[in-house]
């Protein structure tokens, strides 16, 4: 992918940790990403979201919402973005109910920052592809 690409993708993160929220966005600033961070996924639901050359980064287990509905919400609302799935919590179920749900990728926590920015270049080039790490 050029940096004239990379430049112009958005990233929306979702996560209801602060620090999480203020980590990843400067991590994927740093590799030339836009990014958004919401707290929750109704914040997100309420942006006004851009579809093309974006995708999602959430946590799994956000306080009183599931992350694994995301895609499900999304695709209710006509939004095409891709989602890659964080989780703390990780388990061959947890990455069966990701997949299951639509997830274009999964990262466990603590992520490789490298990882991740591959992977979130991946996802944005392929269109919204499945992947799993």
Do not use: Q
């Not at 992918?1 to 996560?15: E, F, K, L, S, W």
């Amino acid at each position: 992918m050029n940096a004239t690409a990379t430049t112009t993708a958005t990233v929306y993160v979702v996560d209801d940790d602060p620090a999480i929220r203020r980590a990843l966005p400067r991590l994927l600033r740093s590799a030339g990403i836009n990014t958004v961070a919401f707290d929750s996924l109704a914040s997100l639901l309420e942006a006004d979201l851009k579809t093309e050359d974006a995708c999602v980064v959430a946590d799994i287990r956000l306080k009183g919402e599931d992350g694994l509905a995301l895609p499900r919400l999304l695709a209710e609302r006509n939004l095409k973005l891709p989602v890659v799935f964080l989780t703390a919590v990780d388990s061959t179920d947890i990455r069966e109910r990701a997949i299951h749900a639509g997830g274009a990728a999964f990262f466990r926590k603590p992520v490789d920052d490298l990882a991740l920015i591959d992977s979130i270049r991946w996802v944005l080039a392929a269109g919204g592809g499945r992947r799993t790490r």
